[in-house]
Nanobody, 123 residues
């Protein structure tokens, strides 16, 4: 079992930066692929970024590529999302997710989810 807790959200002006953290419980954190998803008001949940269990492979949505960076520190059981050059369109609740190796990512049906952290970007 993996429990996830996001933090680091807040209110920033366009062009600013935030760093989200997702702390995981348990000793099996490193055996999971990790990802970030977001959901804006009135919109469907969307993929943001994922990282493999070793941290060697990352994947980004086109909308955040070159602005966001996902990373993980398995010794600290934490995955991060560094968000730079934020835009009002990035406003959403950001969710951390964990997925067993060998299975596919889903927008809603991943193995574990955090409670979400609000990111609001003002113009």
């Amino acid at each position: 079992q993996v429990q996830l807790l996001e933090s680091g959200g807040g209110l920033v002006q366009a062009g600013g930066s935030l760093r989200l953290s997702c702390a995981a419980s348990g000793r099996t954190f490193s055996t999971y692929n990790m990802g970030w998803f977001r959901q804006a008001p009135g919109k469907e949940r969307e993929f943001v970024a994922t990282i493999s269990w070793t941290g060697s492979s990352t994947y980004y949505a086109d909308s955040v590529k070159d602005r966001f960076t996902i990373s993980r520190d398995n010794t600290r059981n934490t995955v991060y999302l560094q968000m730079n050059s934020l835009k009002p369109e990035d406003t959403a609740v950001y969710y951390c997710a964990a997925k067993r190796r060998g299975s596919n990512w889903s927008l809603y049906d991943n193995d574990y989810w955090g409670q979400g952290t609000q990111v609001t970007v003002s113009s």
